[in-house]
């Protein structure tokens, strides 16, 4: 297994920077040398930026991950790793969350998402199966000419100017805006200016919007 770590959550890929309109999360070996990256759902995206930044927030009640981490703790066991095991038929990521309770060991099923989210909230390793990130993973990028964060910023100018931007080599632009659109819009800048109760609105509007 590989021990890896959060590099960063958002909407850009980290090989050719291409915006993404669902949320993006990155892994890294700790040497940073092959990222992972997979996509996760807003609310989820919320929950592990809320613990990346540098002065963590929190609602005045408990998220699930929250909930989660304090069940746990009520019934004296601790989260002893994470594990992404596989990439199942072609589709999804599948992880594993190790407990331990007394003299007892349960591994339980999850969403990646879900069981990072948890890790960082529990201080609990995350590992990924070697041939996952053999097959999957991706040299990190050393250098770019244009930074992810200077694309997003001219993508979301172009849009706010009523056009938007090609922001792969040959992709055609797109004239208009669709609602679910700026709800994702607004949710990324919500979440990148630590406005998470404005993100969990934004994430129950995305929902609705997605039907």
Do not use: C
């Amino acid at each position: 297994m590989i021990k890896v770590k959060v590099y960063d959550v958002g909407h850009t890929y980290p090989v050719n920077y291409s915006v993404n309109p669902s949320p993006l999360l990155w892994l890294t070996d700790e040497a940073e040398e092959r990222v992972l990256v997979l996509t996760i759902g807003p609310s989820e995206a919320v929950a592990i930026k809320m613990k990346l930044a540098s002065e963590p927030s929190s609602f005045p009640r408990p998220m699930t991950h929250d909930l989660l981490k304090t069940v746990f703790e009520q019934l004296d066991a601790s989260v002893n790793r994470i594990v992404i095991t596989e990439l199942r038929e072609g589709e999804f990521y599948v992880a594993e969350i190790h407990v331990n309770r007394e003299s007892d060991a349960v591994v339980l099923d999850a969403r990646p998402s879900d069981a990072i989210a948890l890790a960082l909230r529990t201080d609990a390793p995350i590992f990924v199966a070697e041939e996952v990130m053999e097959e999957h993973g991706q040299p990190m990028p050393k250098e770019a000419a244009t930074s992810p964060e200077g694309l997003i910023e001219e993508h979301l100018e172009s849009i706010q100017d009523g056009s938007t931007m090609s922001v792969t080599e040959g992709e055609d632009p797109e004239t208009t805006e669709s609602p679910l659109d700026t709800a994702r819009r607004e949710l990324q800048s919500a979440i990148d200016d630590e406005r998470y109760e404005d993100a969990a609105r934004l994430r129950d509007e995305i929902r609705n919007l997605e039907g």
